[in-house]
Nanobody, 120 residues
Framework: QVQLVESGGGLVQSGGSLSLSCVVS????????VRWYRQTPGKERELVAG???????SYASSVKGRFTISRDYAKNSVYLQMTSLKPEDTAVYYC??????????????WGQGTQVTVSS
């Protein structure tokens, strides 16, 4: 069974930095696209950043220039480096990945979410 396990959330002051990690565990064939989303109470989940297998990245306009998505192929991990954090970045952050599992089935997987709180 393939799972995404997140870590790295926490409390930080405005202007500070945090790094989130997401490990893809289990047996799988390939990871195609990795994304980070965030959600606040009463709002829809928002796409923050994405990265495909070719290394192309995309970012929400609200985080461009402050957040960086990266991937470590050897560790089957995805990272979100967040700098110059603002109180409006406060949310639960979710890792998402499109994975072909060992049975060659494409799965759309989500991590459990990690809370990021930015104090003013």
């Amino acid at each position: 069974q393939v799972q995404l396990v997140e870590s790295g959330g926490g409390l930080v002051q405005s202007g500070g930095s945090l790094s989130l990690s997401c490990v893809v565990s289990g047996t799988f064939f390939d990871i195609h696209v990795v994304r980070w989303y965030r959600q606040t109470p009463g709002k829809e989940r928002e796409l923050v950043a994405g990265r495909n297998n070719g290394g192309e990245t995309s970012y929400a306009s609200s985080v461009k220039g402050r957040f960086t998505i990266s991937r470590d192929y050897a560790k089957n991990s995805v990272y979100l480096q967040m700098t110059s954090l603002k109180p409006e970045d406060t949310a639960v952050y979710y890792c998402n990945a499109l994975v072909t599992d060992s049975g060659m089935k494409l799965q759309d997987l989500w991590g459990q979410g990690t809370q990021v709180t930015v104090s003013s």
